[in-house]
């Protein structure tokens, strides 16, 4: 598989270094330019190609989910911002990820993993793919299995999270982002900034609330829309 060509569309230096870091670590990651706005990517955008775009929102000029909007054929987007509050709005416009800063390598290689994926899958559509139906979690010093279909939902615990299964719960030192991105997104969402539920489970719900498993669940205002789509 060729490289993933990846630009980066950032205002602030040291958030540029880090990315600049991160990327030059992942041996199928190349990086061709960065920008400090998004009219001067429009500009390269027009002459030259790339299959990943680093994306900051909260840009001079022209914002970042804006400049998504204006592009007719566009690459893989990574959103990296400390504003947690648009990632209903980047999902809706198809983003690959959302990266909360600050964010760790981990956290980065979670989701450039997910674009060199779509692109393997893209390059190799008749490529049969391995159904993973489990995660492995770190669990009080060991890897623990974890089924899909035993989950009934996930609820933050500020550095950790607790899995609620339909056999006991579990604690895990992971963020509720970093869990979100090894979940199915066909069979989990996010409903709150502190739960993801699995969309089986539900039982009913209301504007406010769901409720699973007789436990009630809040509906953050940010998500209410994720719900009703379903």
């Known amino acids: 598989m060729s490289k993933i060509k990846c630009i980066i569309i950032e205002d602030e230096p040291l958030a540029v270094k880090i990315l600049s870091d991160y990327i030059s670590q992942v041996q199928f990651l190349e990086l061709q330019k960065t920008f400090k706005d998004a009219i001067l990517a429009t500009d390269y955008l027009r002459t030259n190609q790339t299959d990943l775009i680093f994306l900051d929102i909260h840009l001079p000029k022209l914002k970042g989910m804006a400049f998504i909007k204006t592009l007719t054929n566009p690459p893989a987007v990574i959103i990296t911002t400390a504003y947690h509050q648009y990632a209903v709005e980047g999902f809706n416009l198809n983003v690959t990820d959302y990266l909360l800063k600050p964010f760790e390598f981990e956290r980065f290689l979670i989701a450039v993993n997910k674009v060199k994926t779509t692109q393997r899958e893209k390059q190799n559509p008749n490529e049969r793919q391995e159904i993973r139906d489990f995660i492995f979690l770190n669990v009080q010093k060991k890897k623990v299995k974890i089924l899909f279909s035993e ?48 969309i089986s489970k539900i039982e009913s719900y209301t504007a406010e609330m769901c409720e699973v498993n007789g436990v009630s669940i809040p509906i953050g205002r940010d998500y209410k829309n994720i719900i009703e789509n379903l």
């Not at 615990?157 to 066909?186: D, F, G, M, V, W």
């Open 151 to 198: 989950i009934l939902y996930i609820e933050s615990q500020r550095e950790y999270i607790k899995i609620i299964t339909t056999k006991k719960e579990y604690i895990s030192k992971i963020s509720t982002h970093e869990i979100e991105a090894l979940l199915p997104s066909n069979l989990f969402k996010r409903i709150h900034r502190s739960f993801i539920v699995s």
